[in-house]
């Protein structure tokens, strides 16, 4: 297995572009979840997926839009890209019943200007 | 939420063993434990999850008192590879919310 892959790794934006970043997971995880992570700080819930069709919004979800067509992929979407919205964005999935216990893809790592 | 308290940061040496204690004094009856280790420009990654009493996995014990307000991770004999920030969550098993709180972590550094 794969687990949790994320594309791109790394990226630049200028302030008001839009883009989507992916993520994907072969685990047959129900509910997946993005986070995003500012230098030197925890990772806040931006929006989460309990399964195809479900999505809803997490502590900050301004700014951002996602979608969960199949079980395997949850897209990020940022619709006008702002200098605040530089930072570390993680994807991870886990299965219902699991708790705590979330996997984690690499990241990606979105620079602003 | 079960929001958690953790100490911001924590030395020690090589060799020795390492117990981080987490605080979640509104801990709900159906939440889990969920310890998490996370290294310089990766995601974080799950170290051990537990509900009352003791657990224990290749990596670590979780000691979990009665009252289950506290918990404290025991990572025995670190190394320098040990060096990390660990975070302390609360989270129900069958969270339909799904949503996981990650506080400030515990900055662990490991000294030879």
């Known amino acids: 297995n794969a687990g949790v892959t994320q594309t791109p790794k790394f990226q630049v934006l200028k302030t008001g572009q839009s883009m989507t970043l992916q993520c994907a997971q072969d685990m047959n995880h129900e509910y997946m979840s993005w986070y995003r992570q500012d230098p030197g700080m925890g990772l806040r819930l931006i929006h989460y997926?309990?399964?195809?069709?479900?999505?809803d919004q997490g502590e900050v979800p301004n700014g951002y839009n996602v979608s969960r067509s199949t079980t395997e992929d949850f897209p990020l979407r940022l619709l006008s890209a702002a200098p605040s919205q530089t930072s570390v964005y993680f994807c991870a999935s886990r299965q219902p019943a699991g708790g705590g216990e979330q996997y984690f893809g690499p990241g990606t790592r979105l620079t602003v200007t | 939420l079960a929001k958690t308290t953790q100490p911001i940061s924590m030395d020690s040496y090589e060799g020795q063993e390492v117990n981080i204690t987490c605080s979640h004094n509104?801990?709900?009856?159906?939440?889990?434990i969920t310890w998490y280790q996370q290294f310089p420009s990766q995601g974080p990654r799950f170290i051990i999850q537990?509900?009352?009493t003791k657990v224990t996995n290749e990596v670590a014990s979780l000691f979990i008192p009665a009252d289950r307000k506290s918990s404290t991770l025991s990572l025995p004999r670190v190394s320098l590879s040990d060096t990390a920030v660990y975070y302390c969550?609360?989270?129900?098993?069958?969270?339909?919310?799904?949503?996981?709180?990650f506080g400030g972590g515990t900055r662990l550094m490991v000294k030879p």
């Open positions: 997926s309990v399964g195809a069709g479900i999505t």
């Open positions: 537990g509900y009352k």
């Open positions: 969550l609360v989270a129900m098993n069958n969270n339909a919310g799904n949503m996981l709180t």
């Open positions: 509104n801990i709900a009856t159906n939440d889990y």
